[in-house]
T-cell receptor
Framework: DSGVTQTPKHLITATGQRVTLRCSPRSGDLSVYWYQQSLDQGLQFLIQYYNGEERAKGNILERFSAQQFPDLHSELNLSSLELGDSALYFC?????????????FGPGTRLLVL | GENVEQHPSTLSVQEGDSAVIKCTYSDSASNYFPWYKQELGKRPQLIIDIRSNVGEKKDQRIAVTLNKTAKHFSLHITETQPEDSAVYFCAAGPSNTGKLIFGQGTTLQVKP
């Protein structure tokens, strides 16, 4: 157990819908990262937050947004869902988000869009 | 752009043999190179990492080597065991951010 928690574990929804994925970092970690893992794309970095502020952005679609709250948990919002959004979504956390810090991954949320 | 190439995509070895997975990266400013092991349906778990001021690091049966000039790094697993069977991902951390760019993964199968 890495100490990073994610809810829900599984999510099944329909195209066009909107979902929210939640992540709580390890105790003491200020930085949160979101990654998408699909069969054909591997692990793709989406976005990083540090202490409530966006720090780095990857190939995150405009239909996706995220935020980190004062209690440091983070939410990833996915809207106008398409079949291709079906994937495992991982959250990771690290202490300060520095470039050489170890990132600890949560158990993931498996999203299935029908 | 930032890219990490990982080879081979699949690797099958006999128990007790060694396994080597290689990665190359494009961003010469990358300073951090972790390796993650992922079992089916589970989270990626860090098994070893190396920072750019070090050329080699070892932890029991696992070792990683880094060649910054050539921009490549490798994972070496010795005396492989069936429980080593999993997907292994290399990653590189571009400078000034905490984000990781992952390779495409290597499925390692260790046959008893």
């Amino acid at each position: 157990d890495s100490g990073v928690t994610q809810t829900p574990k599984h999510l099944i929804t329909a195209t066009g819908q909107r979902v929210t994925l939640r992540c709580s970092p390890r105790s003491g970690d200020l930085s949160v990262y979101w990654y998408q893992q699909s069969l054909d794309q591997g692990l793709q970095f989406l976005i990083q937050y540090y202490n409530g502020e966006e720090r780095a952005k990857g190939n995150i679609l405009e239909r996706f947004s995220a935020q980190q709250f004062p209690d440091l948990h983070s939410e990833l919002n996915l809207s106008s869902l398409e079949l291709g959004d079906s994937a495992l979504y991982f959250c990771a956390s690290s202490v300060t988000g520095g470039e050489t810090e170890t990132q600890y991954f949560g158990p993931g949320t498996r999203l299935l869009v029908l | 752009g930032e890219n990490v190439e990982q080879h081979p995509s699949t690797l099958s070895v006999q128990e007790g043999d060694s396994a080597v997975i290689k990665c190359t990266y494009s961003d010469s400013a990358s300073n951090y190179f972790p390796w993650y092991k992922q079992e089916l349906g589970k989270r990626p778990q860090l098994i070893i990492d190396i920072r750019s001021n070090v050329g080699e690091k070892k932890d029991q049966r696992i070792a990683v080597t880094l060649n910054k000039t050539a921009k490549h790094f490798s994972l070496h697993i010795t005396e492989t065991q069936p429980e080593d069977s999993a997907v292994y991902f290399c990653a590189a951390g571009p400078s000034n951010t905490g984000k990781l760019i992952f390779g495409q993964g290597t499925t390692l199968q260790v046959k008893p």
